[in-house]
């Protein structure tokens, strides 16, 4: 067995553990690591594909932001609140028992494999030709080739991502000017500087991030206009 | 193969060796009397009181969502970055307006002072 093959089972063993121990582990905080742990492994297997550049936003974007994103989400959310006050599909499970409850997912599980591979069969994998060995070669050997795909024939792809980004922000800002809303609506100190058409930019931009007070943030705005 | 990697993969292994095989030792050598003062949660000396799942504000959210999206954007960027001598000013131009569009959303969270702590 080659090395390659067996640092691929050591990682499909970690990622699979991990991945296990998401849906198994009582405590959801842990879940979460769990999770992130998962991320760790599949990054080490892009790696293993001379994948360097998508490994590296495996490290940074699922196993930095997604897994942060997936521990604030649980966070904020009280546990006592998520949790349900019967189980799911209650009336249903007792009335047909309990034989389908690893039936159910085994058959979610096959048809999802059955569809995966129907599709990994049409890539045209023998098509494909092997970037070149990572290890004689320096360190992000397929970022310029990702670069000029990217920019180049993908132009469009990469513009439409960027909008897919921008609604990602919008969304998000929506949510926090919801809160905002419910605070004007409840009338709580500091509503009345929601929106403020009088003062400019220049002060806003002062301001932003640095009031922890509200109350002193007029005075901010007046010194920072003048 | 990858032999460039071989140098992490040791320095994981043996980060991961290190803490394990200190705490092991740790635990074999330390003499262990648990009683219920010393297995409270530390909380700066002071009595703990209350759960420790507290429910957070929906501001950190934002914050990490906001986060998510520019560290995206700067995944884009990365590979421009490196590819910009070749590909020219087209490359630079559809930077532009891929940042132009970010950008334009910060700048509406900026008015609408979302972006602001309170």
Known sequence: ????????FALAAISLLAAWRVVTDPQIMHAGLWMGLCFVGVAGIFLLLTAEFLAGVQILVYVGAITTIILFGIMLSDVEEVQPQEPPFYRFRRRFGRWWQPALPLLVAAAFLVALFTIYG?????DLQPVGPAASTPAGLDIPAIGHALFGPYALPAEAASVLLLSALLGALVLA?????LRVFRGSPGSSRVLQPGSGMAGREVNAGETDHPGQDEKKEVGAGT | MLNAYTDIAV??????????ISLLLSRLLRPHHPESG???????GKTPFGDARVRFKIRYYIFALVFLVFDVELLFLYPWAVTLDDLGIVALAEAAVFLALLFGGLLYAWRKKVLEWQ
């Open chain 1, 1 to 8: 067995m080659s090395t390659t093959l067996l640092v691929f």
């Open chain 1, 122 to 126: 049409q890539a045209g994998w023998s």
């Open chain 1, 177 to 181: 000017m919801r809160e905002e809303t």
């Open chain 2, 11 to 20: 320095f994981m292994t043996v980060a991961i060796l290190f803490i394990m």
């Open chain 2, 38 to 44: 010393k297995l409270a949660t530390y909380e700066c």
